[in-house]
Every structure is written in structure tokens, then in C-alpha cells.
């Protein structure tokens, strides 16, 4: 059999008269065109949802830029955790409570009475990355897992989670959706 050659100049005016429509096929083009239209036209949301999620949508503020630069003096011991110290990095400010996310400094040595407490946040998306040294946590249906530096993991909402252990120079880079969310303490 032998090869059929032609040249790049020939290969790209082939190719665009194909999806201009001019080429030999045009027909077919056209046809399979309006059966996806009237494919999709099936599927299409109502004129009453649309402009319902229009109107949510136009609700929420709009969100302006947020630049965090590293400073030692923004770690502040008034989070969610007395062990911890949290550098805020503007998000919920910059997304009026759409998210919320910070960098986490876990103060060693861990001390399991205080740290390890069964519990659940009332969230929409929470994710952890590990920026330096490693925390192992404890998830409803994972178990005990090792998070070491450049680990990421999500919690879905409301799993019952918690801290087991910690390396004395752990970060975190939290992020969750909401900013403001409920914490609930379990017994174990």
C-alpha cells in the first residue's frame, strides 16, 4: 500500500474547510450540528432556575485580591486550638466568609491529653497540606495516617477526625469553606 503524502499547507486548508463547513462533508457537519442542538436543547436548565442561580450568585459580594507575605509576627495564638498558632492569610476578609485559610504551626511537643480529641467540623470543604515536618491523624474510615511534609488530604464534611501525634516544627496550610464553621468535640 502506498503512502499518501501532502503537504502541511494542504493538510491545515483540509482541515479548515472541514470545520468551516466548505469541505466535502459540509453536509454531514451541518447535520450532526443540529441533532446535538437539539440534544443539549433537552437538557437545558429552566428559565426560572437559571435566573434563580443568576440572583445567588450576583447576592455574594464580590471578592477582591488578598496577598499574604511571611512575617513571623502574624503567627497569633487565637484559633481554634490553644496548641497552635495560625497566620491568617486573608482569604475570608478578601472573600467575605466565602473561604477561609491559614498556615497552622502546631506547638511541640504534642501532648495527647490536649491534642487528641475526637471531633468534627461543620464545613462545606476542608484541606490540609503538610509545608514542613509531619502530623499523624486519625480519620473516621482511614484510620491513622503519617502526613509528612508535602502531603495533602481533604476531610469531607462532618468526618470525625483527630490529631494522634506531631513533629515539634510542623506547618499546615489549612483551607476551608466557610470561614465561619462549627467545631464539635466527641466523646471517644
Known sequence: MAKKTTSRSAAKTAVRKKWSGLGAGAKKTSAKSS????????????????????????????????????????????????????????????????????????????????????????????????????VKTYMEGEGETLMQQGSAWTQPPRIRHMILDYSDDVELLEVILPAEFKTVELKA
Open 35 to 134: 441533532a446535538r442542538k437539539t440534544i443539549k436543547s433537552k437538557g437545558r436548565v429552566s428559565a426560572a432556575k437559571k435566573s434563580a442561580a443568576k440572583a445567588a450568585t450576583k447576592a455574594r459580594p464580590k471578592q477582591r485580591v488578598a496577598i499574604s507575605h511571611h512575617r513571623e509576627e502574624d503567627f497569633k495564638a487565637d484559633g481554634l486550638r490553644a496548641y497552635a498558632k495560625y497566620r491568617d492569610l486573608g482569604i475570608a476578609a478578601a472573600s467575605h466568609g466565602l473561604a477561609q485559610a491559614h498556615v497552622i504551626r502546631l506547638q511541640g511537643p504534642c501532648n495527647p491529653d490536649e491534642v487528641s480529641k475526637l471531633h468534627f467540623h461543620d464545613v462545606e470543604f476542608q484541606m490540609v497540606y503538610v509545608l514542613k515536618g509531619w
